[in-house]
């Protein structure tokens, strides 16, 4: 069975300064997809972005980009410029074939003005 | 933009009620997903649903729950004897195409059971 595993239970990071969260994963499988989702207070689940596995390159969306390192099996997520309203948990997912996502533990990320 | 929506925003009830969550995809959406969320810990899934039939569900999703399209617009869950340990936040995700769209979540129910 697929894992995900986020070491990092709680991150900060001062507004504006960039901020790097840490994902690995384990599959057998060779065609996936990996994704960031961000769970602000209201639990909302609001997908930040999504990485194709057989793309080599790294997904950008703004302010936000990955890491995709498909040997290592590592998914990191880089917010540059943070802001306040980016404090949240972000969930790591994988979905492989059988079409379900599979979540990690969530980083909690604090912004500090 | 459409949105896949979810009533009720917050359901209590008591231990062994049943209760039923309801789900309001987006009108072109074919593949439904139920996942909940304990407080404090991961997003869990816990079954999927095309055609009228579940397609995969978790250890999770065992003969208390059950799922269905009534009437081909909503999408519930039923847990038919509710236990403590099933309060959580649960939230119902679609989407229009495998391998091609992400899956949309809705905002989620929370359920309390007392």
């Known amino acids: 069975a697929q894992t995900v595993t986020q070491s990092q239970p709680e991150m900060s990071v001062q507004e504006a300064e960039t901020v790097t969260l840490s994902c690995t994963y384990d599959?057998?499988?060779?065609?996936?997809?990996l994704f960031w989702y961000k769970q602000p207070p209201s639990r909302q689940m609001i997908l930040v972005i999504r990485?194709?596995?057989?793309?080599?390159q790294n997904a950008t969306e703004n302010r936000f980009s990955v890491n995709f390192q498909k040997a290592a099996k590592s998914f990191s997520l880089k917010i540059s410029d943070s802001q306040l309203g980016d404090a949240a948990m972000y969930f790591c997912a994988y979905e492989g074939g059988a079409q379900k996502l599979v979540f990690g533990q969530g980083t909690r990320l604090t912004i500090n003005p | 933009e459409p949105e896949v929506t979810q009533t009720p925003s917050h359901q209590v009830t008591q231990m062994g009620q049943e209760v039923i969550l309801r789900c309001v995809p987006i009108?072109?959406?074919?593949?439904f997903y139920w996942y909940r969320q304990i407080l404090g810990q991961k997003v869990e899934f816990l079954v999927s649903?095309?055609?009228?039939?579940?397609?995969?569900k978790s250890e999770i999703f065992d003969d208390q729950f059950s799922v269905e399209r009534p009437d081909g617009s909503n999408f519930t869950l039923k847990i038919r004897s509710t236990k403590l340990e099933d309060s959580a936040m649960y939230f119902c995700a679609a989407r229009r195409d495998r391998g091609i769209d992400e899956q949309f979540f809705g905002p989620g129910t929370r359920l309390t059971v007392l």
């Open positions: 990485q194709e596995a057989y793309k080599q």
């Open positions: 599959t057998s499988e060779s065609d996936y997809y």
């Open positions: 649903f095309y055609n009228n039939e579940i397609s995969e």
């Open positions: 009108s072109n959406h074919l593949y």
